[in-house]
């Protein structure tokens, strides 16, 4: 089979297309540099690429700044235009506001944004900056912010098992999804510790998780940036750079050992564990049991199922992994030796099939 | 290793003109103003102005000047730099394969030689470059990395940066012939930096990175471990008892090279030993045979070749005595019609050696 393919999409997909790129079309730009700390250089990198933008001819403001700006973001400012923000105070507490109307009145090409993660304080115009942003975006002005993987809502549970806290103000990944453009500021940890100060190695391995997690956040939405590229381009979906794993069940397969070792995979690459079964009617009750208690495994261990219709056991489970993109498929050995004089077993047919993927055979339970 | 060697930082991009020479330029004006003895061994200006006015006030080593065909070549003066013994040296392009006449093949090993005499290094290369992604690369790209450099080079590391730029700005970059010539650059953005190649290789630079936090991170929670005397492994460790080893079948086909570097990714990810084999010794394919086992070796794969008629028999047995766990192998050529009720050798593999895992290898097509 070959991997780029034109195919026809149907029409409610073709009309939602359109719909979604005249409606990117007039809508403004999102570019997100994303950090897994702070001072790794963010905020820096953003001023820095507005400063260039405006030497070739860009309009560009700045809408938000953080408190504490360094030196060197200081030195960038001089050449850029501030929309002053409003700052207020609320339950005994300073907030700073960014001023939309100044912003909608102004409406420049490129607005700069810094520290997307910011709850407004009650009864302004949105509870979160990121919404100010959409609206801004909603209104042509193009934006690019900086946000910390530390305020992402969706790894929040990660986040608080590596530091102990959750973050107050949280963007959700959704939005880092729509963004046209994210671009990861990496460093070693041991570089944010000189500058800091505080050496230890805790904070350098905490460091090092977040840094990972940050890294592997980037690759998700890059992943999935490019499936939507090829899909609205009508080329087949194609092997990624993720490792995606299915594993094949059936009543009598040795879903454990095949699932654990799937799982194990899955941690290892950062990849994607699928299961699934093809439907056969006359199953007797006792396999129906036996692959019921299978799926529920499959499940409790994290594996997305997956019920495949088809008279072909063979060619259901071949058209499910390359549609899936599927990188390695795990198949239980047949219980009996021996084949029929000239019939190929549906494993060899799997195997003959399988472009663009490793098959790994499972020895039977008994086997061992 | 002794104590004494030097540390080594790489900077990782996914194609060129994301930026990774100018960044590691800066980090060395900011070395050099704190007073740390910094010199260039090797710096490949590519024309681009802002890349080179960061070189301002940097001492350089002068190249080598070497004939090689009756045309001159420039390379790295390894020597010089050793001689000069800065504390760290600069050098573009960690996967640039040397002009045949110098001491050493490839520039990773003139990195070594400066690392073992005590000298630190920081050098860029792009994602590509790495052995284990090289069918991956094609398959995503259609394009097939000829400079390659093993994965190990790069996971001893001491350190490693991604260095991202969005594929938007990277076809920006190139479109303002900033990367390129213009002529240049527009072929290039037609064939290897199109949208897609660039997504998909930047893809794998952020998982290549990730990866290798990871195992540095692990390596530091063992070590530790060990430190304390404490036991107990992590949640995605191997069961206990049955460590993982890796079985590579070799032949003298060409599919041999991707099943080589596909068995060792998937060991390295699951921390399993790695073996290859070859049974038989059919003089016919020896060359080819002996390039794979050499490629192999160079990827830190111990080889072993067996004689042996029946080859699935002869594997099986072998890979019994060695407590493999899982096998891998190719594909086996399609036989001819009036043998097609003979069965493969993946087939009797299969039947052999049932107590086993057996993973049978895809070629990576476009």
Redesign the interface.
């Known amino acids: 089979m070959p991997?780029?393919d034109n195919v026809r999409p149907n029409p409610e997909e073709l009309l939602r297309k359109v719909q979604a790129d005249e409606r990117r079309e007039s809508r403004g730009r999102l570019?997100v540099f994303l950090g897994y700390a702070s001072r790794v250089g963010k905020s820096f990198r953003m001023f820095d690429e507005g400063r260039r933008r405006k030497e070739r001819g860009q309009d560009v403001v700045v809408g938000a700044l953080q408190a504490g700006v360094t030196p060197d973001i200081q030195e960038i400012l001089k050449h850029l235009e501030v929309v002053p923000s409003i700052s207020t105070k609320h339950a005994g507490r300073d907030y700073v506001v960014m001023d939309m109307s100044a912003l909608f009145r102004r409406h420049p090409q490129v607005c700069l944004i810094d520290g997307l993660a910011y709850d407004n304080p009650p009864g302004s115009r949105n509870p979160q900056r990121w919404q100010d942003v959409s609206e801004l975006l909603d209104r042509g002005i193009s934006v690019i912010t900086a946000v910390n993987l530390q305020h992402i809502r969706e790894q929040q549970d990660q986040v608080q098992r590596i530091t102990g806290r959750r973050a107050a103000n949280c963007v959700p990944e959704e939005f880092l999804h729509e963004a046209?453009?994210?671009?990861?500021?990496?460093?070693?940890p041991?570089a944010l510790l000189d500058r800091t100060g505080a050496q230890s190695?805790p904070d350098s391995?905490r460091l090092?998780?977040l840094?990972?997690l940050a890294?592997?956040l980037?690759?998700d939405v890059?992943?999935r940036?490019?499936q939507e590229?090829?899909d609205a381009h009508g080329?087949a979906a194609?092997?990624?750079?993720?490792e995606r794993i299915l594993v094949c069940l059936t009543a009598r397969s040795n879903a454990a050992e095949m699932l654990?070792?799937g799982q194990?995979?899955k941690?290892?690459?950062?990849g994607a564990l699928l299961a699934a079964y093809v439907e056969q009617p006359d199953l007797r009750p006792q396999d129906r049991e036996l692959l019921d208690k299978h799926l529920a495994l499959a499940r409790e261990m994290g594996a997305e199922v997956h019920c495949l219709k088809g008279l072909n056991f063979v060619n259901a489970i071949l058209e499910f992994a390359h549609e899936q993109r599927i990188t390695?498929l795990f198949l239980g050995?047949t219980r009996r030796?021996g084949r029929a004089?000239?019939a190929r077993s549906p494993?060899?047919r799997l195997?003959?099939g399988?472009?663009?993927?490793?098959?790994?055979?499972?020895?039977?339970e008994g086997?061992? | 290793m002794s104590a004494a060697r030097g540390r080594l930082?790489v900077y990782l991009g996914y194609a060129a003109g994301v930026g990774k020479t100018y960044r590691m330029l800066e980090e060395t004006q900011e070395l050099r103003q704190k007073g740390v003895d910094i010199v260039i061994g090797y710096f490949e200006p590519h024309g681009r102005k802002e890349t080179i006015s960061k070189t301002e006030g940097l001492e350089v080593i002068p190249r080598r000047l070497l004939t090689y065909n009756g045309s001159q070549f420039e390379e790295m003066d390894t020597d010089a730099v050793i001689r000069r013994k800065p504390a760290v040296a600069v050098v573009d392009e960690f996967a640039h394969t040397n002009v045949p006449g110098t001491e050493r093949v490839k520039r990773w090993q003139d990195v070594h030689a400066i690392l073992d005499a005590g000298i630190g290094v920081l050098t860029t290369m792009n994602v590509q470059h790495l052995e284990s992604l090289n069918d991956?690369v094609f398959?995503?790209t259609g394009i097939r990395v000829r400079e390659t450099i093993p994965d190990w080079v790069v996971d001893e590391a001491d350190?490693?940066?991604?260095?991202?730029?969005?594929p938007?700005?990277l076809r920006n970059r190139l479109e303002r012939g900033v990367v390129y010539s213009q002529e240049k650059a527009r072929r290039a953005m037609e064939n290897f930096f199109s949208?897609?190649n660039l997504?998909?290789l930047?893809?794998?630079a952020?998982?290549h990175?990730?990866?290798e936090?990871?195992e540095?991170?692990d390596a530091?929670?063992a070590a530790?471990t060990r430190a304390e005397g404490l036991r107990g492994p992590p949640?995605?460790s191997?069961?206990p008892g049955r460590p993982e080893r890796i079985l590579i079948c070799l032949t003298g086909r060409p599919s041999s090279a991707i099943l080589i570097r596909?068995g060792k990714r998937v060991a390295d990810?699951?921390?399993a030993e790695c073996l290859a084999v070859h049974v038989g010794d059919d003089s016919h394919n020896r060359e080819a045979v002996e390039r794979h086992m050499s490629f192999a070796r160079n990827l830190r794969i111990e080889t072993h070749v067996i004689p042996g008629r029946d080859v699935p028999l002869a594997l099986a047995s072998f890979a019994r005595t060695r407590g493999v766990t899982?096998i891998f192998m190719g594909?086996s050529a399609p036989l001819p019609w009036w043998k097609?009720?003979r069965e493969s050798v993946?087939?009797r593999l299969?039947?052999q050696a049932?107590?086993?895992?057996?993973?049978?290898?895809?070629e990576?097509?476009?």
Do not use: C
């Open positions: 991997s780029v570019k046209d453009e994210i671009e990861v500021i990496d460093a070693p041991d190695i391995r090092g998780e840094r990972e890294l592997l980037a690759a890059v992943d940036q490019l590229y090829l080329v194609r092997w990624g750079a993720q654990r070792s194990r995979n941690l290892r690459f950062h390695q050995h030796p004089w000239l494993i060899d195997i003959d399988a472009e663009g993927f490793d098959v790994r055979l499972f020895p039977h086997a061992l | 930082k991956q398959h995503a350190e490693l940066v991604f260095v991202d730029l969005t938007g700005a949208e897609t997504t998909a930047r893809e794998m952020l998982r990175t990730a990866h936090v990871e540095k991170l530091a929670a530790a949640a995605d191997p069961p596909r990810y699951i921390h899982q594909r097609r009720y993946v087939q299969v039947r049932r107590d086993m895992q057996i993973t049978i290898v895809a990576r097509k476009r």
